[in-house]
């Protein structure tokens, strides 16, 4: 199992990014797939879950601002952030979970600042 996370960088307040997780190795249109994030000194946070028949779910702090998505045919899943805040800054990390099963990838680093 191989997830790669990526588009990740520096950001001002108010700005937007889009994350990508592209994965191998797996039969990804089978998994549930989420965003956690992990802010330094802080625990890890999911942040949004899609699930196999693309249903999605966010917390609440995310939630009018990040959007999931996944594209099957390209084993990728996308985090859309928008209107960032630097209470987002974290390394945000591409999950797989299915039946208890849990991937994961190594992380890519968003930092909001002016």
């Known amino acids: 199992v191989q997830l790669v996370e990526s588009g990740g960088g520096l950001v001002q307040p108010g700005g937007s990014l889009r994350l990508s997780c592209a994965a191998s190795?797996?039969?990804?249109?089978?998994?549930?797939m989420s965003w956690v994030r992990q802010a330094p000194g802080k625990g890890r946070e999911r942040v949004a879950t899609i699930s196999r028949a693309g249903s999605t779910n966010y917390a609440d702090s995310v939630k009018g601002r990040f959007t999931i998505s996944r594209d099957n045919g390209k084993n990728t899943v996308y985090l859309q952030v928008n209107s960032l805040k630097p209470e987002d800054t974290a390394v945000y990390y591409c999950?797989?979970?299915?039946?208890?099963?849990?991937?994961w990838g190594q992380g890519t680093q968003v930092t909001v600042s002016s």
């Open positions: 190795r797996f039969i990804f249109w089978s998994y549930a």
């Open positions: 999950n797989a979970n299915k039946n208890g099963w849990n991937y």
